[in-house]
């Protein structure tokens, strides 16, 4: 995330969340089994050593629109990380909340 954090004008802030107080808090914690984190250190990764932290949860693939008051306007989660939203759902939700967007 550092490296990112280098870009300039993204137009976006970025945060981390490695102890997953967020994640937690929006509901989107998931707790990795024995057989996760070991498929993971096959792998070659360390959940402990990439997250700084040993709860071994990492969080479900979500899209929050956030009014600036940090009002929640729309959410898709999904646990299957290969699955995203298409590009027109979003764009649709995101004109629903703010009609006047392109």
Do not use: Q
């Not at 009014?67 to 939700?93: C, F, H, M, Q």
Request: hydrophobic content about 45%; glycine content about 6%.
């Amino acid at each position: 995330m550092v490296d990112s954090l280098e870009v300039k004008g993204l137009g976006y802030a970025l945060y981390s969340d490695a102890r997953m107080e967020a994640a937690r808090a929006l509901g989107i914690a998931y707790r990795l089994t024995a057989m996760e984190i070991a498929r993971f250190k096959f792998l070659g990764i360390d959940v402990e050593e990439a997250s700084g932290e040993t709860h071994h949860e990492l969080p479900v693939p979500s899209v929050f629109l956030v009014e600036k008051g940090g009002r929640i306007l729309w959410v898709y989660s999904n646990p299957d990380y290969t699955v995203r939203p298409e590009n027109e759902r979003l764009l649709k939700a995101a004109r629903a909340v703010r009609p006047s967007m392109p």
